[in-house]
């Protein structure tokens, strides 16, 4: 059994258990009241004891955890002030990850992977341009096309646009005008370079999960400050990994430690504006992926920007101050204040606003799962750096992480742009137009005559392989022709594997 994590110390230590870690949480407070020192604190802990954390640097002050930290008076203060006997200062392994592949390894998954839902989410789609999206994901199954990056996208959209009264008969109807949005919608993404994000290597899960020579878990930084200048494709991209975490893993049950702590940042921006559909599956989400042994923490400024479905799965919880100036505000501050369980000794409601930078109210939960009374306590120092690191230390860790070389180079296989551009002026095979004559035979798909799809072996893949084994990935299991909604898929009624 892991030990107890220490996170903060009022007249007595406040630990966060491993074995409730997977429960969930919220660190929540306004801007400058200590929010990322308690992230850092939180993600230094996991990590000495072996789980590996997935974090976003949206300002770019989360990167020093990779370096030890350093002696200041203010942070001297503080040890003392802790009595903290044993503290020294460290750096923690950590791999970085952007999606425009600037600032860490590349980010990407196939266009199949994330899936009509959330896709028409990214391109703010009305719901009749979202059902003639899913029409043309489901043509594209039915007739075995890789949907991977956006010109395939591009590319079957131009064709089903173009042959819409052919497909009409078995696909129902599909408007030039619906056909149209969804390209303009691309085009904006596009615009935003969010097409860097779409195409292979896609990302294997696995290497989220990583723990160095000593044991330590890898924390997995996604530097974040130019993705979140879109924050539909920021809240997105960290909606699909998280649904992506979900289908992919195995149930574990109740475990001593989670197998993988997921910090999401701003996490506002997850729930502003978030169809109804999409807000009642990542409730259910947060509700079950426990069993998989992930545990999700929202950091946001306000508890308020959370809905209450997910608030209140949410049992670990760190509070920094409130600003109380408007009726707003002062709403705010009894809402939070509301969510704990009370201590006698404390006003809450009152503290919250007067709370100083690195004290916060504390609730953690108990050994039989329960949340303990409220206390008030000052966050531990972190023994990693604060603050941003030099281009060439990021630079140097890039080189040498345990996934270094495997996405630099993105790799174009033959998906639905190059088999419709062969094609172009022929009716799709197996389309309503172009029916299969009987006693024909057909060809084996194109990925059985793909060599080593089968190998195990992950480090040791060339670019080709891996990408052989991404589009595997994406052929369904029963004739080879379904591709895998990876996302929300067996939420939304069972996975099509």
Not at 25 to 30: F, I, Q, R, S
Not at 70 to 89: H, T, V, W, Y
Not at 198 to 220: K, Y
């Amino acid at each position: 059994m892991s030990d107890p994590l220490l996170i903060a110390r009022s007249s007595q230590p406040l630990y966060l258990l491993p074995q409730m870690a997977n429960r969930h949480g919220l660190v929540a407070g306004a801007t400058g009241t200590g929010k990322t020192v308690t992230l850092q604190v939180m993600t230094e802990a996991f990590s000495r004891i072996g789980v590996p954390v997935f974090a976003a640097d949206i300002k770019g002050d989360l990167a020093g955890i990779s370096q030890p930290g350093e002696q200041n008076p203010k942070l001297g203060d503080r040890i003392k002030q802790l009595k903290l006997s044993d503290f020294a200062f460290t750096a923690n392994p950590v791999t970085f990850w952007d999606v425009f592949g600037a600032e860490g390894h590349p980010v990407r998954a196939t266009i199949s992977e994330m899936g009509p839902l959330l896709l028409a989410r990214l391109l703010n789609l009305n719901d009749t341009q979202e059902g003639v999206l899913s029409l043309v994901f489901k043509i594209a199954d039915d007739n075995a096309l890789l949907l991977l990056d956006v010109k395939d996208l591009q590319a079957i959209l131009k064709y089903v646009g173009d042959n819409a009264r052919q497909f009409q008969t078995q696909y129902g109807n599909i408007s030039a005008a619906s056909v149209g949005a969804i390209q303009r919608g691309l085009l904006t993404v596009q615009q935003q370079g969010g097409e860097k994000f779409f195409g292979e290597p896609a990302l294997n899960l696995d290497d989220l999960m990583q723990t160095d020579s000593d044991g330590h878990g890898v924390i997995n930084i996604l530097a974040a400050h130019k993705l979140y200048q879109s924050p539909k494709v920021y809240a997105t991209f960290l909606l699909w990994l998280l649904t992506a975490l979900f289908e992919r893993l195995p149930e574990v049950g109740d475990r001593e430690k989670p197998k993988l702590v997921f910090f999401f940042d701003e996490a506002h921006l997850l729930f502003a504006d978030l169809p109804k559909l999409i807000e009642d599956k990542v409730v259910q989400l947060v509700r079950l992926i426990r069993s998989k042994g992930v545990g999700v923490y929202f950091v946001t400024q306000n508890p308020l920007d959370i809905p209450d479905t997910v608030l209140g799965q949410l049992g670990n919880r760190v509070q920094h101050a409130l600003r109380a100036f408007t009726p707003a505000d002062q709403k705010a501050v009894r809402a939070a204040a509301d969510t704990f369980r009370s201590n006698p000794r404390l006003n809450v409601a009152e503290l919250i606003t007067q709370l100083a930078v690195g004290e916060a109210l504390v609730s953690f939960l108990d050994e039989k799962g329960a949340p303990c009374v409220v206390d008030r306590g000052l966050i531990l120092p972190p023994r990693s750096r604060i603050g941003a690191i030099t281009p060439e230390q990021r630079q140097q860790l890039i080189k040498t992480s345990l996934v270094a070389g495997v996405y630099e180079n993105a790799v174009d296989r033959e998906s639905a742009f190059e088999i419709l551009n062969a094609r172009a002026g022929h009716p799709l095979p197996g389309s309503a137009t172009s029916p299969t004559a009987p006693g024909s035979q057909q060809s084996p798909p194109w990925y059985e005559n793909i060599p080593g799809i089968s190998g195990s072996g992950r480090r040791g893949d060339s670019l080709a392989e891996a990408a052989a084994k991404s589009a595997a990935r994406a052929i369904g299991s029963s004739v080879g022709r379904q591709l895998v909604r990876g996302v929300l898929g067996a939420l939304l009624g069972g996975s099509k594997r």
